[in-house]
């Protein structure tokens, strides 16, 4: 089965910085697979290249076995690629509902979708997203990638600086989300990891070190604490 | 108080023309990051362009200038978005270069209108009910000037209702914040780019007509003197925002009035300068800074 993305050999220079140093794996289709690694390992930047948010040195990015690697931000999205950003990046002068109606693409919007999993957001419709709470602006992030029919979710870090009851609300709707669309999820919470993640790549200074089932990388405590410096389910 | 009322509608007439221009400049760098120096040359080529198409269709002067001005403004949208895809696309993310082709296109584009039509000042088209005067509370007030701040106030109304009820709008308003995050959502942000450079540069071109009314000549130097009335305006009305831009031409415009008038001649310029020097020590952002609304 074709994966639903596949990245090959990718680079990436920051400045001075060779922050990808040629990473390659496949994300299959369907469920959550989790990128993880310690801080500054180039997780984050492996998103933004893929988004073509930052400039890809080289390397082959392939949706559903479509290359993309040379689109443009707004081209990949249209090929059905949504993006959760780490800071979450709402517009703060915008109601949630401008927001919302901003990521509105061709298609029918799933209005009803998102006001299911996050009903608050229906009614703050109105309020400026900049006036939110962080748990209630991460709704908004999520909202805005979920609005569309996409084949692939990027979703950065949904879970930092968010109370343990949010982090329990925001990993729910990513479970239900990962049952319409294939998600690809920066998270340092392995228990979030745990409870949703399928696979896992892991990174270590801009290159993959391991990529295999979660369950079986989270049932070796030994091999967690060396790839990332935790002891599994306790983050 | 007539005098005080005809310096208050003089003030508020200069501070329409200092609006039309700061609210495409405004846009512009809130949106894209962009501090056009170039500006200045959308508002010299937009007059010229009116004074010469009014010139070429002849017959009384609200003709010419009504069809004139109509074309020089088409015309200044149109030499603004060709500026946007030929050298400034070209060149985002390298602001020095940025600037540099913009101060070297505001040179050129001077140089060009005056090896084409001289450096003597022509004379606008201005119709007769515009020169004549209305009284107001004993002041005899030029038409003119409800004009031009019956103009401006109506771009304000059009622009603020664009930015707010529009998608366009909508995606002007979210770029000035985060013009990355606005492509994320998978929208083509290059082509917002295009059309506020194109309506920044029609803004510009109605100034320079505006500004042929209220002087009731033309010359190579308007742009660039106007230009530098309205950078201080964007800088005290904050980047990005309409209503900071439509306060701040106002208050720029009367200060410059009451200090010419009140102090001594000259001085308003230089009430002008110690208000934005004010400012930037008190609210360096501006008065609305980075919301376009």
Same mark, same amino acid.
Not at chain 2, 37 to 63: K, N
């Given at each position: ?11 990436? $220079? ?88 901003? =990521? ?10 998102? $006001? ?76 979030? @990891? ?7 790549? &892991?990174?270590?200074? %801009?290159?993959?070190? $391991? ?20 002891? #599994? #389910?306790?983050? | ?31 894209? %990051?962009?501090?056009?120096?170039? $500006? ?31 074309? #020089? ?29 913009? &101060?070297?296109?505001?040179? =050129? ?28 509370? #004993? ?42 995050? @606005? ?17 920044? %540069? ?70 002008? &300068?110690?208000?934005?020097? @004010? ?8 008065? =609305? ?5």
């Amino acid at each position: 089965m074709t994966p639903a993305l596949s990245v090959g050999d990718l680079h990436v $220079h920051l400045g001075e910085s060779h922050v990808l140093q040629g990473i390659s794996f496949d994300v299959p289709a369907g469920g959550v697979t989790a990128l993880l690694g310690r801080n500054g390992v180039g997780k984050t930047t492996t998103l933004r290249a893929l988004m073509g948010l930052v400039p890809r040195s080289r390397g082959a990015i392939a949706l559903a076995g479509d290359d993309v690697s040379r689109l443009a931000t707004h081209a990949v999205v249209r090929r059905g690629v949504g993006y959760v950003p780490e800071d979450r990046d709402v517009f703060a002068g915008l109601t949630v509902e401008e927001n919302l109606r901003l =990521a509105e693409r061709s298609g029918e919007p799933r209005y009803e979708l998102v $006001h299911d999993l996050f009903p608050e957001l229906r009614e703050r419709a109105g309020q400026r997203a900049g006036t939110l709470s962080g748990g209630q602006q991460q709704m908004v992030a999520i909202a805005r990638a979920l609005l569309n029919e996409n084949s692939l979710l990027l979703v950065d870090e949904p879970t930092k600086g968010l109370s343990p009851l949010l982090v329990t609300d925001v990993a729910a709707a990513l479970e239900r989300a990962a049952e319409l669309t294939t998600i690809l999820l920066v998270e340092q919470n392995l228990q979030v @990891v745990q409870r949703i993640a399928r696979d896992v790549v &892991v990174l270590d200074a %801009g290159r993959v070190v $391991h990529a295999g089932p979660a369950e079986e990388l989270l049932a070796d405590q030994e091999h967690v604490r060396r790839l990332l410096g935790v002891h #599994g #389910g306790t983050r | 108080m007539s005098t005080f009322v005809l310096l208050t509608i003089t003030g508020l007439g200069l501070g329409a023309m200092y609006f039309l221009v700061a609210s495409g400049l405004s846009l512009i760098y809130g949106l894209m %990051g962009v501090l056009n120096f170039a $500006h200045g040359a959308f508002i010299t080529v937009g007059a010229y362009l009116a004074w010469w198409f009014g010139d070429q269709i002849g017959g009384g002067a609200g003709t010419r200038l009504v069809v004139g001005g109509a074309l #020089g403004i088409a015309g200044g949208a149109l030499v603004a978005a060709l500026v946007e895809l030929v050298l400034i696309r070209p060149l985002y993310q390298r602001p020095i270069e940025q600037v540099l082709v913009t &101060v070297g296109l505001a040179l =050129a584009l001077g140089a060009l209108v005056q090896g084409i039509w001289g450096a003597d000042p022509k004379p606008f088209p201005v119709p007769s009910w515009m020169i004549e005067t209305t009284t107001i509370l #004993g002041a005899s007030v030029p038409n003119d000037r409800f004009v031009e701040i019956g103009i401006a106030a109506a771009v304000l109304v059009g622009l603020t209702a664009f930015l707010r009820y529009t998608r366009f709008g909508l995606v002007i308003r979210a770029g000035v914040e985060n013009r990355g995050m @606005v492509s994320a959502l998978g929208i083509d942000v290059r082509r917002a780019f295009t059309i506020v450079f194109a309506l920044g %540069g029609a803004l510009a071109a109605l100034a320079g007509v505006l500004s042929g009314v209220y002087f009731s000549v033309v010359d190579p130097t308007r742009g660039t003197s106007l230009l530098i009335f309205a950078f201080i305006v964007v800088v005290i009305g904050g980047f990005g925002s309409i209503g900071g831009s439509a306060v701040a031409a106002v208050t720029v415009g009367l200060i410059q009035q009451y200090a010419n008038y009140y102090a001594s001649s000259g001085t308003g310029d230089l009430a002008v &300068v110690l208000l934005l020097a @004010v400012v930037l020590l008190v609210r360096p952002s501006g008065l =609305a800074p980075r919301v376009a609304h």
